[in-house]
């Protein structure tokens, strides 16, 4: 509430009610833009795409958007379910062609959930009036409170020794053996009061939301020695993968290196010693050691 709807400060504290206004305004057009766009594709060649459902149905109506809108990385199950919420809403599938902008903006829209799922964080949390958080999480089912500032404010004490922090934890721990000025102490006291307030600083807890839940995605390690867990240099657990939950041992060699993938022989688990082939499905937080020609 103390930013206009481009992210500029206003230097004016908002109420509850006028900071709940602005903050929907801005996911409001943000999401208005994003349908116009997916629009403007559909309605370019919507003739051809009306005429699809007439002579293929739905089938060949939902490989016309894959065409159109295969360019945002939308696939045959995206436009399939986004084309089956759209028909939950309109149900009317007996002339396309004269359906209005009001309907085709519901199929955009409808395409949009599908193929931009959006995450909203309500970054600068710590300033909102007081139950406006509140209200926007009920509101709205992906918003996140969260403060940059606190999060960085907090790794640079943490690098500094005035703290023990962990990004994501909840709380950190006050270095009573590192001397700090009054001004730090209190600088610290503020930081204190913003993680209680919103049990952290929402940033890994966002993060981790669209990345493991939403784009399913796992972390492995790949090492040259499976029992120390370390590369050629002793450095443990030197790279982290971020890759696609139900990846594969020999895919993973791949994202290393391209010859470890074509010259793949065999995979050991670094956990369990357990020696495993190409096809082994990975988990997350998996330790890999890769044996190629």
Same mark, same amino acid.
């Given at each position: ?65 894959? *065409?159109? %809108?295969? $360019?945002? =990385? ?5 436009? &399939?379910?986004? @084309? +089956? ?110 993680? *209680?307030? %919103?049990? $952290?600083? =929402? ?5 981790? &939301?669209?990345? @493991? +839940? ?80």
């Amino acid at each position: 509430g103390t930013t206009d709807i481009e992210g500029n400060p206003t230097g004016i504290k908002a109420t509850k009610e006028q900071a709940i206004e602005q903050a929907l305004a801005e996911v409001e057009f943000l999401t208005g833009e994003l349908d116009a766009w997916i629009l403007g594709l559909v309605k370019d060649g919507w003739s051809r795409g009306a005429r699809r459902i007439q002579a293929e149905g739905v089938k060949g109506f939902t490989q016309f958007l894959q *065409e159109r %809108l295969s $360019g945002l =990385g939308a696939t045959d199950q995206i436009c &399939q379910r986004s @084309f +089956d919420a759209f028909a939950q809403q309109h149900q009317d599938m007996t002339s396309p062609w004269d359906w209005s902008d009001d309907v085709l903006m519901l199929l955009a829209s409808s395409i949009r959930k599908h193929l931009f799922p959006i995450f909203i964080a309500g970054n600068k949390a710590d300033l909102a009036p007081e139950g406006v958080l509140e209200h926007l999480q009920s509101v709205l089912p992906t918003f996140t409170p969260c403060s940059a500032e606190t999060e960085l404010a907090l790794r640079q004490a943490g690098k500094a020794g005035f703290i023990t922090y962990v990004a994501g934890d909840t709380t950190f721990k006050l270095n009573e053996d590192q001397p700090m000025s009054e001004a730090q102490q209190k600088g610290l006291s503020v930081l204190a009061e913003r993680v *209680e307030k %919103l049990q $952290g600083t =929402g940033l890994i807890k966002l993060l981790d &939301q669209v990345l @493991f +839940d939403e784009l399913q995605r796992i972390v492995v390690y790949p090492v040259q020695d499976e029992s120390q867990w370390t590369d050629g240099d002793g450095n443990v657990l030197p790279d982290a993968l971020v890759v696609q939950d139900g990846i594969q041992a020999k895919q993973v060699a791949y994202k290393v290196h391209s010859d470890l993938g074509d010259g793949f022989i065999k995979g050991v688990d670094g956990r369990s010693r357990r020696i495993v082939g190409a096809d082994y499905e990975l988990s997350d937080g998996d330790v890999l050691r890769i044996h190629s020609k």
